[in-house]
């Protein structure tokens, strides 16, 4: 996978601020702001929308509310008028407290993470390479706005047993996260993720279709340790369907979470977290980003 070129961050932008994105938005890109919440906040917005004075064409409306507990709404504005809003009862921000807010761009919907974690998913209403803006205000101060692009390819371009290794930078740690996002093959059979630690495989999560499964483990000392296979629902993962799943590194466990859906926790059974440093994805799946 290649990289793109990246634009320039924006640094200390003063709020409200309203800049270019450059080149529009496209499948892999991701957008993170990083700031600081002002002590007695009354609510953050960000738009992406097209142009950088008109308001009435907003693709993603993100507004987080501090009102009555917080809660965030996501909308979409088409022609000045809003659809539906839709509203998620938790407020992920802390007043006074500095925050990170990562929105990336797949091909069907927008992936909210907030902190590094998991907060929102976006479906697209309107044709999402139309933003050429993002706009942000509210009661927040910005230290910087950063854009990494991860090019995408075409599915049917993917061999029938995809490998992607990649290493992770200082290896993980608590509150470490690692996004893949992906399409199972059609005639898929089997996939699976690895982070490993030498020759040691700390987690390895694997996807059985053939067994309706998700099997996870680790190899430690070339020795197979029980399998886990319980799940609280159902099978997350279909043949010909694409997928985002997030890992989350914790002190005791790892936590999984498929298209935003909490899938499971595995406890740690290699304790060295910072000498887990490399990331595997291989099986019958076509391998579209890779956050390590």
Not at 17 to 32: D, M
Not at 144 to 157: G, K, L, R
Not at 241 to 269: N, P
């Amino acid at each position: 996978m290649a990289f793109s070129r990246r634009q320039a961050p924006y640094l200390n932008p003063d709020i409200p601020f309203t800049g270019r994105i450059q080149g529009g938005l496209r499948e892999g890109l991701k957008i993170t702001l990083q700031g600081t919440i002002d002590p007695f906040p009354d609510e953050i917005i960000v738009n992406f929308q097209n142009g950088l004075t008109r308001s009435d064409k907003v693709a993603f409306h993100f507004k987080a509310r501090f009102e009555g507990g917080g809660y965030v709404v996501c909308n979409t504005k088409r022609l000045s008028d809003w659809g539906p809003e839709e509203r998620k009862m938790q407020m992920p921000f802390q007043a006074g407290k500095p925050f990170e807010l990562c929105f990336l761009v797949d091909s069907k919907e927008f992936t909210v993470m907030v902190n590094k974690s998991f907060f929102v998913q976006y479906s697209h209403r309107v044709p999402y390479r139309l933003v050429d803006t993002i706009a942000v205000s509210g009661s927040l101060q910005l230290s910087s706005i950063t854009f990494q692009s991860q090019d995408w390819q075409p599915a049917h371009q993917a061999p029938k047993h995809a490998s992607f290794i990649t290493d992770i930078p200082s290896g993980l740690y608590p509150s470490k996260s690692i996004i893949v996002s992906g399409m199972v093959l059609p005639n898929a059979t089997r996939f699976h993720v690895n982070l490993r630690s030498g020759n040691d495989t700390a987690f390895h999560l694997n996807a059985r279709f053939d067994e309706n499964v998700v099997v996870r483990n680790s190899l430690i000392n070339n020795c197979w340790g029980p399998e886990e296979r319980s799940l609280p629902g159902r099978m997350p993962f279909s043949r010909g369907q694409s997928f985002t799943m997030w890992i989350l590194c914790e002190s005791h466990c790892f936590k999984v979470a498929v298209d935003g859906q909490h899938l499971c926790e595995y406890a740690h059974r290699l304790k060295n977290l910072p000498a887990i440093n490399n990331l595997e994805v291989a099986g019958d799946i076509h391998v579209n980003h890779v956050q390590p």
